[in-house]
């Protein structure tokens, strides 16, 4: 069991609260001026993977109190306990073993009474045997031909992490051609469907639970398409594999278990893409640089584990935490500088918010005290050019994480140069602003005189003192983007462990989804549920009299 401490009981939560009111005016350009080795102070280099959090408003007190509220709300215990696989999601009575699914020295891992270690490594097996026999093309279609084109059917966890990293690995993908629908809006099967051959695609159908209704929507309509197409049910068979926990509902769909991949309930759905749900990735760049991913993230789990809260992840969730409870921050940008990570910032959404969106705390309370933040983000340069301006001189305090690679993949003229010249001065341009003088000087140099510089200088001071984190990685690796992701999980983590909420469970998602149900029942005419409230039964009325018009 994790411990269930409320943060704000602790001394070290009053002690910030008074250092905070202590350092909220202090400008970080002068901390800098102050300390010319705040950077060697406020930075972290393990292996190719450099943490800069310098440009944060932090003082070494800071990082020191932070250290000691997780000392008081025991987090090293919560880390342990999910790394031993105690039941730590207690509201669903789960262990949460992800980490287990990249342990790579096999070491026994157990859930309950099981050593969940040898099932890991069968279905491990089993995703390899089938990528190689896809990419090599022995496994037939019905028609005898090869697969060309994967699509994976899934939503939330069985769709976004997947699909971010076959997006982050393209540079080192295959012949394949991998696609992904997740929206129950027909648009997004049909769309990405189009140009496929039903003789050479391969379904995936990626689903948990298998009951989720968008993933069986778009499923039976895949199924249906191909039975049209190829002319016998037969075809499933060949055309079609599914990635689940539940083989009734499987084998009710029609997928042979023999071609399922199975997954445990330990594995969380948004901490799914090292499991069978990764089946996508493996397809789309092969076994060797699927199992990479995993070591780059058994990597970094090492370190966790020994280091806590000193980790990298641990450094970014005290700083979420410093930000979102002291500074009332409400929002987070994630900024990557590579367009291979585009999708990066919608898995992190899930991951982030799902996990610690809680107002409940561990012992049943409502919380007195901000939970997690709202995750956004755009790649960089195209983010400078769209939202970058609240950010600079907008009125909300946004901490922002630049995501970059010293690398490019794709080393053409000095575009990589322009992109870090921009990630790095973008940090620079947060942090120190430009104040008054600057500008004036700026304006008089520019040919502008008195009421001329008196009326267009407030426009163009910049307060500077936002914050930044930057990642600085080698190279866009399997390898890496595995330490990157896992970085990020533990960040997770440790925030919901010092946060005291329930990290691994997700009950704010089903009431929309009780609730489609009888909609649905409405708008298809099953009428008499008088449940729906006025404005609900409006809009549902002005559909049907909109589609009685123009039908
Ligand atoms: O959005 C809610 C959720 O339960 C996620 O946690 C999960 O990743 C997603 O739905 C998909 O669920 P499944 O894999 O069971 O279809």
């Not at 037939?140 to 990293?165: C, Q």
């Not at 987070?332 to 982030?352: E, I, W």
């Not at 409230?533 to 123009?550: K, P, V, W």
């Amino acid at each position: 069991m994790i411990p269930k401490i409320d943060p704000t009981s602790t001394s070290s939560w009053k002690l910030l609260q008074t250092h905070y009111k202590n350092v909220q005016a202090i400008h970080m350009s002068h901390l800098f001026e102050e300390d010319p080795n705040r950077f060697q102070r406020f930075s972290v280099q393990q292996g190719h993977i450099l943490l800069d959090y310098s440009k944060n408003r932090v003082t070494e007190e800071t990082m020191s109190l932070l250290r000691s509220l997780a000392e008081e709300c025991k987090v090293a215990e919560g880390i342990k306990a999910m790394f031993a696989g105690e039941p730590i999601n207690e509201t669903e009575n789960r262990a949460v073993l992800h980490t287990a699914l990249r342990n790579r020295l096999g070491a026994p891992v157990y859930a309950g009474e099981t050593n969940v270690m040898p099932a890991v490594q069968d279905v491990l097996t089993q995703m390899k045997q089938f990528s190689n026999r896809v990419i090599s093309g022995e496994h037939k279609g019905f028609t005898g031909r090869s697969v060309e084109t994967v699509v994976n059917i899934g939503i939330g966890g069985s769709d976004l992490g997947p699909h971010m990293v076959v997006e982050a690995l393209r540079h080192y993908a295959n012949r394949l051609d991998v696609r992904f629908v997740s929206n129950v809006d027909a648009t997004h099967l049909v769309e990405q469907c189009k140009g496929m051959d039903p003789e050479t695609t391969l379904f995936i159908v990626a689903s948990k639970t298998f009951t989720t209704q968008e993933t069986m929507t778009n499923a039976h309509s895949a199924r249906a398409w191909l039975v049209e197409h190829l002319g016998d049910e037969d075809c499933i068979s060949k055309h079609m594999v599914a990635l689940s926990t539940n083989r009734t509902a499987v084998e009710i769909f029609g997928i042979d278990p023999a071609n399922m991949f199975t997954f445990w309930d330990w594995v969380g759905g948004r901490y799914s893409l090292w499991s069978a749900i990764g089946l996508s990735i493996m397809l789309a760049v092969g076994p060797a640089h699927f199992e990479a991913l995993l070591e780059g993230a058994f990597e970094e789990d090492q370190r966790v584990k020994a280091d806590g809260v000193e980790s990298m992840s641990g450094i970014l969730a005290l700083l979420s935490v410093w930000y979102g409870n002291f500074f009332g921050v409400d929002t987070h940008a994630v900024l990557p500088y590579d367009q291979y990570l585009h999708r990066f910032p919608a898995f992190l959404q899930q991951a982030d918010m799902e996990s610690n969106g809680k107002s409940v705390d561990r012992n049943g309370k409502r919380t007195a005290y901000e939970t997690g933040s709202i995750i956004w983000g755009e790649p960089g340069t195209n983010g400078q050019h769209a939202f970058y301006q609240l950010i600079h001189q907008g009125t909300k305090l946004i901490p922002c994480d630049f995501v970059a690679f010293s690398q490019s993949l794709n080393p053409v003229g000095d575009h990589h140069e322009k992109l870090l010249a921009n990630c790095f001065a973008q940090g620079m341009a947060l942090m120190q602003g430009k104040d008054e003088y600057t500008v004036r000087k700026e304006l008089e140099a520019a040919g502008k005189e008195g009421a001329q510089i008196k009326a267009l200088l407030p426009y163009k001071i910049f307060e500077g003192n936002k914050p930044s984190t930057t990642l600085l990685i080698d190279r866009l690796t399997p390898h890496s983007l595995g330490r990157l992701i896992a970085i990020y999980e533990h960040k997770i983590l440790i925030e919901g462990l010092l946060l005291n909420v329930y990290s691994f469970d997700q009950w704010g998602v089903e009431l929309g989804k009780d609730l489609a149900k009888p909609v649905l029942e409405n708008i298809q005419g099953d009428s008499g549920s008088d449940a729906l409230d006025s404005s609900t039964m409006g809009l549902i009325q002005a559909m049907l009299n909109f589609n009685e018009r123009t039908s």
